[in-house]
């Protein structure tokens, strides 16, 4: 090696270095992230940062989704927190490359991993959290343990046995208007659709909505086991509230909500309307799945990880909804 030629002080310098080069390079992605995520401004007072397409993974450290900010005349409020500890903090590090006012608030469109597990930034930063009270269930029924320790073990180091599940500060029972630094908020509680905790958070002077993943603007959704009837209703709830600019929770936002809400509205139509029809001839899944034609949808992304267990899901859905009747 080229130091062994150098006296030993400047030797044992060369060893320091190489030693913290390596250690920089072996910590979790919060730093490295920060420098990477980029504000997105869709309106006047509003800012997004879009997650990479597809699924949390560990090439992508889990920035597969979208959070979005608003900058008001005292403060800033946050829409979701993104998938990691370190993204969170490398969202709170975007924002301040915006504003450096005090961030007061997170709101959070839903209780799903890639949404909030940035929380604790804002937690430490000094923010209170609001979310439906819908997301309650998801602490009391095991699955989020369960989805932690997926990430624990998928998205290490980056999730790790110190990252912390934060519950809202205030959870919300229905619509919810308040002002805040001159602008006004609107959050309309459309779950259960994607999450049973869905809602949206309008800013009225703006134009913007966002909207979580009611929408997956240009993608296949996730729909597991999605209540895709009361989804579907969700995205008539936000074509009616007529945004000039809707942020979604994946994917680039939208300036035409009606044609991009088309894909995902015809997806889950689709699903329906195919899975239904296997559940009342009563043909197993497997047999259904294979002799649907996925032709229109099979070029849109995400379908390869997607397509099957949303086909799977909504075959469950409505087997449950034929029995209820
Ligand atoms: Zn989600």
């Given amino acids: 090696m080229a130091c062994s030629r150098l006296p030993l002080p400047s030797r044992l310098h060369a060893i320091v270095a190489l030693t913290l080069v390596i250690l920089a390079s072996l910590l979790p992605g919060g730093q490295a992230a920060a420098e990477t995520l980029r504000p997105v401004r869709v309106s006047e007072h509003a800012w997004y940062v879009l997650g990479d397409a597809g699924m949390a993974s560990a090439a992508n450290k889990g920035f597969n989704s979208n959070a979005g900010f608003v900058v008001t005349r005292d403060s800033v409020i ?46 430490a930063a000094g923010a209170e959290v609001w979310a439906h009270e819908g997301g309650k269930e998801y602490f009391g029924s095991g699955e989020a343990a369960a989805r932690l320790a997926q990430r624990q073990k998928d998205l290490f180091p980056w999730v790790d046995e110190n990252t912390r599940l934060i519950q809202a500060d205030r959870w919300l029972t229905g619509d919810t208007r308040f002002e805040e630094g001159g602008l006004h908020f609107r959050i309309t509680i459309l779950g259960p659709a994607h999450a049973p905790e869905d809602l949206v958070v309008t800013v009225e002077e703006d134009g913007v909505v966002f909207c979580g993943d009611i929408l997956f603007a240009g993608r296949i959704p996730f729909v597991g086991n999605a209540d895709s009837k009361r ?88 087997e449950r909804e034929s029995l209820a009747r």
């Fill in 78 to 123: 946050v829409i979701d927190a993104l998938g990691t500890p370190p993204l969170g903090d490398a969202l709170l590090a975007a924002i301040r490359q915006v504003s450096s006012k005090p961030v007061k608030r997170v709101i959070l469109t839903h209780y799903h991993a890639d949404h909030f597990y940035g929380l604790a930034a804002f937690k």
């Fill in 231 to 318: 989804w579907l209703a969700a995205i008539d709830t936000l074509v009616g509230l007529k945004p000039k600019v809707l942020v979604t929770g994946h994917g680039n936002h939208s300036t035409n909500a009606a044609a991009d809400l088309k894909l995902t509205r015809d997806y889950l139509l689709y699903l329906r309307e195919q899975m239904g029809k296997a559940v009342e001839e009563m043909v197993p899944f497997e047999e259904a799945y294979a002799r649907t034609d996925w032709s229109r949808f099979s070029k849109v992304p995400a379908f390869e990880a997607a397509n099957r267990i949303n086909a799977y899901g909504s075959y469950l859905t409505l």
